[in-house]
């Protein structure tokens, strides 16, 4: 049977705080079902396996501080794109939760396309929806090609701070590269194709 969202939360909940206190290679299935008092034929039937339940884990608690990157829809582009960098830049407590993970994704290669599909599609959809959202309201049309590139503009801009500077990038550099890259570019073939 279907677990409730309520039950669901807590074993990812649970599954958060041993990573927390063991790190990834220290979490099994079988720990976190003893914790949460479950069988793990429930979380296997679930997740599927442990990185499934691990990344699921981490993109709940995205949620549980409130950010939802599907809900942004402030009436402009612009203003949605500056919205969308202030989440991505937030402070994120279960950063240091889940800080053992980027070294068993570099153990294994296998895990980035799980973490892919549970944490990274599901983002650049709703990044992708701003842009939807902006072609309804006709700021820019459906065939712009930069549509196609924004996500290696702002994403891009985002990781690049950090690999080659070796600081996390800010909300005041993200918007700046929203306003002075992305929507010039935007705009400029809109206004060419119309």
């Known amino acids: 049977r279907r677990l409730t969202p309520e039950r669901e939360l807590e074993l990812l909940r649970v599954t958060a705080e041993l990573i927390g206190e063991v790190g990834y290679d220290g979490v099994t299935m079988a720990a976190v079902a003893e914790r949460a008092k479950c069988s793990t034929a429930t979380l296997y039937r679930q997740w599927e396996s442990k990185p499934r339940l691990v990344f699921s884990a981490w993109k709940a608690q995205g949620s549980t ?5 599907s809900k942004i ?15 991505l830049v937030a402070d994120d407590p279960a ?9 068993a994704i570099a153990r294994d290669g296998s895990l980035m396309e799980i973490l892919r599909e549970v944490l990274v599609h599901p983002l650049l959809k709703d990044f992708a929806g701003l842009f939807e959202h902006a072609v309804e309201r006709g700021e820019i049309t459906a065939g712009n090609p930069v549509i196609a590139l924004a996500d290696r503009i702002v994403f891009g801009s985002w990781f690049a701070q950090d690999v080659l500077h070796g600081t996390p990038a800010t909300e005041e550099q993200l918007v700046a590269v929203v306003d002075t890259v992305l929507m010039p570019a935007l705009t400029a073939h809109h206004r060419a194709a119309g």
């Open 65 to 69: 501080r409130g950010v939802d990157f």
């Open 95 to 103: 950063k240091e939760l889940f800080a053992s993970v980027p070294a």
């Open 73 to 87: 829809d402030t009436g402009s582009l612009r203003d949605d794109l500056a919205a969308f960098v202030r989440y």
